[in-house]
């Protein structure tokens, strides 16, 4: 992993997003820490963040580690809009329920996109999920 993770700083963006690839098909705790560094690294290219949010998403439910990192991500509106649909689609599939409270406020999100991911994270949790009713009408 070390090397993937050198490969991470580099200065060429396809080189970073190799690594983001070939350290998603890690299963470890190491990998998944790893991917969590590389999404909240502000400093990182938005496509490599991206590319970490797509791979927890692809982990899914052994990433609940990082919800709090995705749940940043999301909340961020100066994030790029891929970004934070990304992180949503992630936190959906690893486990939308603890984060109820935070797909409601992304309904509110000024990207349609956002919005949309984020009532079909509610639907696809519906019982838990009926605080998101008057937003939704």
Known sequence: LAPLIEQLNSGDVQKRLDAIAAISKERSPDALR????ALQDKNQNVDVRRSAADALRGIGTGAE????A???ALKDKENDKELRRSALMAVRSIDAKPVINELIAALDDPDYGVRRYA???LQSIREDSKAAVPKLI
């Open 65 to 68: 580690d990082a919800i709090p």
């Open 34 to 37: 790893t991917l969590i560094i």
């Open 119 to 121: 009532a079909e994270a």
């Open 70 to 72: 995705l749940i940043e």
